[in-house]
């Protein structure tokens, strides 16, 4: 399997909008020692409504860090990433949170595939 941008989860979309939000972490600042993912998986896979507000501001300030055309690239697939999220779910069921794992393992595979294409 790879990405479906198709899918429209609310499990799987929220798995990939976390790796993209990683992925903006950790290329405005290089080098970092642990990523958001050593702080909110778990939040943001059980409860996500009570992890994404903050890490949509923090992601704000990552992105003012970031090359103009990088900017625009991570806004873009953000922007078609939520087109598809009306809110925030109090809390995923189980079976949405191993969807949630497979759309960040999906997202981040995308981004080693374009890395590799480069």
């Known amino acids: 399997m790879s990405l ?3 899918n429209t989860n609310a499990g799987y979309r929220l798995g990939r909008l976390f790796a993209v939000l990683e992925k903006i972490q950790s290329e405005a600042n290089p080098g970092l020692n642990s990523t958001i993912r050593d702080r909110y998986y778990g939040s943001a896979s059980g409860t996500p409504t ?3 507000p903050s ?3 923090l992601k704000n300030h990552h992105l003012a860090k970031l090359e103009n055309d990088s900017r625009i690239f991570f ?3 953000l922007s078609e990433i ?3 999220i009306s809110d925030f779910p109090r809390f995923l069921t189980i079976e949405d949170q191993g969807r949630f794992a497979i759309g960040y393992y999906h ?3 995308e ?3 374009k890395k590799e294409e480069k």
């Open 4 to 6: 479906d941008v198709n």
């Open 50 to 52: 009570t992890v994404f």
């Open 55 to 57: 890490l949509l501001r």
């Open 75 to 77: 806004e873009r697939l």
């Open 82 to 84: 939520m087109s598809d």
């Open 107 to 109: 997202q981040t595979q």
């Open 111 to 113: 981004f080693y595939r």
